[in-house]
């Protein structure tokens, strides 16, 4: 019983997923945590395609700033509520969007967005598309998919932009 009790924490803490899920998952991969945590991930994402035609009129807006103070970008992040916006984890999400914008410089949010007859790859130009720095075995869009799963509301990339000195 102890076992069960210290997986259910331990894969609560990684993926932020309720207790009754985290143990569902768990009894599902009968054990597994590696399975369980894909479980759970691909619960988050469909997830985040039930949310997705939800208004996301809340929000905030981050800035990152690279050392050396020659990079920066700013994203305005949206959501369902204030409430959510104030918690750390969004707080956490927008500020890694930003870290992510100034880093790849993404001119599009999504493929969706790039003009007709513009020939290039969406992972390389559109910022939803592209491998996450701090993990790039996730696109951004499976970032953002997981915390609509975490949060419980859509959540939105609404508009970024990204300062260069000498661009």
């Known amino acids: 019983m102890s076992d069960t009790v210290e997986a259910i924490k331990a894969l609560r803490q ?14 599902q991969s009968n054990g597994d945590l590696d399975q369980a945590r894909e479980i ?3 619960q988050g994402m469909a997830s ?5 035609s939800r208004s996301t009129d809340e929000g905030l807006v981050d800035a990152y700033i690279h050392s050396g103070s ?9 959501c369902e509520t204030d409430f959510v916006a104030r918690t750390p984890d969004f707080r956490s999400l927008a ?12 001119k599009y949010i999504d493929r969706a967005d790039i003009p007709d007859g513009e020939e290039h ?13 701090k993990d790039t075995a996730i696109s951004v869009q499976d970032l953002v998919n997981e915390s609509v799963g ?5 959540v939105r990339v609404k508009r970024f932009a990204r300062f260069s000195i000498g661009e």
């Open 14 to 27: 990684e993926t932020g997923a309720g207790i009754m899920d985290c143990k569902r998952a768990l009894v």
């Open 95 to 106: 500020h890694d969007i930003a870290m992510q914008v100034a880093a790849m410089a993404p």
């Open 40 to 42: 759970l991930r691909k």
């Open 121 to 133: 790859d969406p992972q390389e130009i559109c910022l939803l598309q592209q491998p996450f720095i």
């Open 150 to 154: 975490r949060l419980g509301e859509n």
């Open 70 to 78: 020659r990079v920066g970008a700013i994203v305005e992040l949206n």
């Open 48 to 52: 985040a395609a039930k949310k997705a």
